[in-house]
Nanobody, 125 residues
Framework: QVQLVESGGGLVQTGGSLRLSCAASGSIFGINAMGWYRQAPGMQRVLVATITSGGGTNYADSVKGRFTISRDNAKNTVYLEMNSLKPEDTAVYYC???????????????????WGQGTQVTVSS
């Protein structure tokens, strides 16, 4: 099994900054893409940013130029640096990782998506 544990959320004023972290642990052979998604009240969960194992990044248009995703492969950790925060950034932020693990029965590698428990980010106006 694999666990993703997020940290770094909180309450911040408009224009402020926060840094989210998400550490993966458990039966991990390797991690492919990692990413951050968010879900505002009454809305669907949407992509914020993703990063490949090689460092390639992708951002939602709404956060381009303000948010930066990065990862530390040695620590199995992904980060989201959020600057110039706006009230519309308020949401629960979820970490996602596509993790390769060995089957306990055959040893064959398989890939599966995992999600963190979510961390609340609130931006006050």
């Amino acid at each position: 099994q694999v666990q993703l544990v997020e940290s770094g959320g909180g309450l911040v004023q408009t224009g402020g900054s926060l840094r989210l972290s998400c550490a993966a642990s458990g039966s991990i052979f390797g991690i492919n893409a990692m990413g951050w998604y968010r879900q505002a009240p009454g809305m669907q969960r949407v992509l914020v940013a993703t990063i490949t194992s090689g460092g390639g990044t992708n951002y939602a248009d709404s956060v381009k130029g303000r948010f930066t995703i990065s990862r530390d492969n040695a620590k199995n950790t992904v980060y989201l640096e959020m600057n110039s925060l706006k009230p519309e950034d308020t949401a629960v932020y979820y970490c996602n990782a596509n993790v390769m693990s060995p089957s306990s029965f055959t040893g064959t590698l398989y890939a599966r998506d995992y999600w963190g428990q979510g961390t609340q980010v609130t931006v006050s106006s």
